[in-house]
Structures are given as C-alpha cells and as structure tokens.
C-alpha cells in the first residue's frame, strides 16, 4: 500500500495533480480556472456529494501512501469534509441554490491535493528502511542532505 520508490512517490504526486485539475480547474475564465467538474456536478442532486467523497477520498489515501504527515492528512480532510458537506445547504433553502452555487465555486479538491503535493516537497524520500539507514551509519548522512537540500523539511524511509 504504501510507497516504495522515489517513482512511486512520483506517480501519487502526478495523480493527486490530475485529479486536482479535474476536480476544480476544468473552465477557466481567462487566465483564471475557477470550476472543475465537482462544482459542474454540483448542479446535478446526489451526484456531487458521491463525486466529491470518491475524489477526496482518493486524495487522502494518495495522501497517506505517500506517508504524508498525519497534520497534513487532518488538515485535508477538514477541508474536503466541508467541500463534501457544502451541498447540504440545497436542503436547507430550497428556493436558492446556495449549496450548489457554494460548490462550484469552493475548490477544496485543490487545497487539499495541494496540501498533500507540499508535504511531498518538503519531504526527502529515502528508499530502504530507517532500521538499516541505523544500523550501517547512513542515517546521520540522510539527516545531513535532508537539511542541506533546500525545502525538505521531513525524511521518510520507503522501506
């Protein structure tokens, strides 16, 4: 389940991106995209709330295979609870879409994704495991290119 190669990691980050983009940046409006297919799904009852659980699910569990920070995986989960909560509102005032008008607009997909894409920055990704980075000494040496290398702020053992 969870990653272990430098590729892996890769090809989580690439499909957290892509459904990123097709879940809040499909129509753009000049330079700026602002609805995706989760806030075009939204105008349709029932649909959005199943759209919008599969994609932030699929988010999350991207998320955690890349061993994102448990903080991180929190934070994201926030956001798209309220992202999938959003249409609640239809129920609410009938007579004013405020749900669904919400949810083309609010693009918690993208916080999220982007949440899980930081956290993969900042972490140096080490394939092998911290039990034997420890045992032959090469676990100082990864602290040392994790600090030295710009923007990494978290090591991770593939392992």
């Not at 039990?131 to 990494?152: C, L, P, V, Y």
Request: proline residues 4%; glycine residues 10%.
């Amino acid at each position: 389940m969870f990653a272990k190669t430098h590729d892996e990691v890769r090809r989580i980050y690439d499909s957290v991106d892509t459904v990123k983009r097709l879940s809040d940046r499909i129509i753009g409006i000049g330079p700026i995209n602002i609805i995706g297919l989760d806030g075009i799904l939204a105008w349709f009852p029932g649909v959005a709330p199943v759209y919008s659980v599969l994609a932030g699910g699929f988010i999350l569990l991207q998320g955690l295979r890349a061993r994102c920070d448990p903080v991180t995986l929190v934070a994201a989960f926030i956001v798209l609870a309220m992202d999938s909560g959003i249409s609640v509102f239809d129920g609410i005032i009938p007579v004013i879409p405020a749900g669904s008008i919400l949810d083309t607009f609010f693009q918690g997909h993208l916080y999220a994704a982007h949440m899980i894409q930081k956290d993969i920055d900042k972490t140096l990704f080490i394939e092998g495991s911290a039990s034997q980075a420890h045992r032959d000494g090469s676990h100082q040496d990864n602290i040392g290119e994790m600090r030295a290398t710009k923007g990494k702020k978290r090591l991770v053992y593939l392992g």
